[in-house]
């Protein structure tokens, strides 16, 4: 799948989204455009949790984890804590260059939905 498989339903912005919000945005789409075969939602509970309520009303629906916060994930569970550290790990400091370089390098190609998502701090870390 390529960018030109994907059509924009709708931007609908706001300032905040709950996930009562999204539910309803989601069963608003599927009764203009008809149910959709899947929701490719990220780690976002407002949006998994939305695309959950249309799947139990839509047997038909299924919701889906991108790949890219999958692997994020998968990754943090075998680094562990590792992951918010800077510095102090000698190895992990050059996987992190690695991640960075293998961003620049493949987010404008057909190999982009393969870019790992990049490094965000919480607040008051």
């Known amino acids: 799948m390529t960018h030109a498989n994907v059509r924009v339903l709708a931007v609908d912005p706001d300032t905040a989204w709950k996930r ?3 539910a309803r945005a989601y069963e608003e789409l599927a009764q203009r455009f008809g149910a959709p075969r899947a929701v490719l939602v990220d780690g976002a509970s407002e949006l998994r949790d939305g695309a ?3 799947k139990s009303q839509r047997a038909d ?3 889906l984890g991108d790949f890219k916060h ?3 994930n998968v990754l943090k569970s075998v680094i562990g804590d590792r992951w918010s550290v800077v510095g102090g790990d000698e ?5 992190q260059t690695q991640v960075g370089q293998t961003r620049s390098a493949i987010q404008q190609t ?3 939905h393969l870019v790992p998502p990049g490094k965000r701090r919480k ?3």
């Open 70 to 72: 999958k692997e994020a």
């Open 91 to 95: 190895r992990f400091a050059e996987f």
């Open 61 to 63: 629906t299924i919701v």
């Open 123 to 125: 607040p008051g870390s």
């Open 20 to 22: 009562e919000d999204m």
């Open 52 to 54: 959950e309520t249309l």
């Open 110 to 112: 057909e190999l982009a």
